[in-house]
T-cell receptor
Framework: AQTVTQSQPEMSVQEAETVTLSCTYD???????LFWYKQPPSRQMILVIR??????QNATENRFSVNFQKAAKSFSLKISDSQLGDTAMYFC?????????FGTGTRLQVFP | NAGVTQTPKFRVLKTGQSMTLLCAQD?????MYWYRQDPGMGLRLIHY???????AKGEVPDGYNVSRLKKQNFLLGLESAAPSQTSVYFC?????????????FGDGTRLSIL
């Protein structure tokens, strides 16, 4: 079975600081894809970043970057220079072929 | 840019009533999905479709039916609503999972069953 685990139900960070959200997953496959989605209070699901498992290089999108450790099956999200608008639920997700498997989410609160 | 549109956005039903949630996408995506989101459980896949006329079961399919008669539409039906089906429902679409194409989500439907 493929599972995704987010062990931090809630986190908080001060504006302009850096925060890292953890995610681990379990799979026997070698080629797959990983995502981080953001869900603000508006309830929209917004794609933050995508990582291909066969690529060694960590994905980055502006202030968002990942630390992908394939052997450890770890996929953490780093948010630099946190902004109030980053306050949201963050979901880690794993996909192979047709289906996305989501973690249970981390609620991030950014304080001024 | 419409993207993925879900209707309705809110609905309250009584136990035993039936209803259909509509999902429409204008991105010519082959794959479409229905999820439910419950507190503390993330999103769980109910049913999905890999193309017009096809459907498949996801993780939590019981009590739901789906149809994909047109490529752009994916309908989720509740034949006899139960309080356990109170949830937020999300539709998503993508070009497909083989190459890790990201899924695009609708804004969700909040459904309450009394």
């Amino acid at each position: 079975a493929q599972t995704v685990t987010q062990s931090q139900p809630e986190m908080s960070v001060q504006e302009a600081e850096t925060v890292t959200l953890s995610c681990t997953y379990d799979t026997s496959e070698n080629n797959y894809y990983l995502f981080w989605y953001k869900q603000p209070p508006s309830r929209q699901m917004i794609l933050v970043i995508r990582q291909e498992a066969y690529k060694q290089q960590n994905a980055t999108e502006n202030r968002f970057s990942v630390n992908f450790q394939k052997a450890a099956k770890s996929f953490s999200l780093k948010i630099s220079d946190s902004q109030l608008g980053d306050t949201a639920m963050y979901f880690c997700a794993f996909i192979r072929t047709d289906k996305l498997i989501f973690g249970t989410g981390t609620r991030l609160q950014v304080f001024p | 840019n419409a993207g993925v549109t879900q209707t309705p956005k809110f609905r309250v039903l009584k136990t035993g009533q039936s209803m259909t949630l509509l999902c429409a996408q204008d991105m010519n995506h082959e794959y479409m999905y229905w999820y439910r989101q419950d507190p503390g459980m993330g999103l769980r896949l109910i049913h999905y479709s890999v193309g017009e006329g096809t459907t498949a079961k996801g993780e939590v399919p019981d009590g739901y039916n789906v149809s994909r008669l047109k490529k752009q539409n994916f309908l989720l039906g509740l034949e006899s609503a139960a309080p356990s089906q109170t949830s937020v429902y999300f539709c998503a679409s993508s070009y497909g999972g083989r190459w890790g194409q990201p899924q695009h989500f609708g804004d969700g439907t909040r459904l309450s069953i009394l």
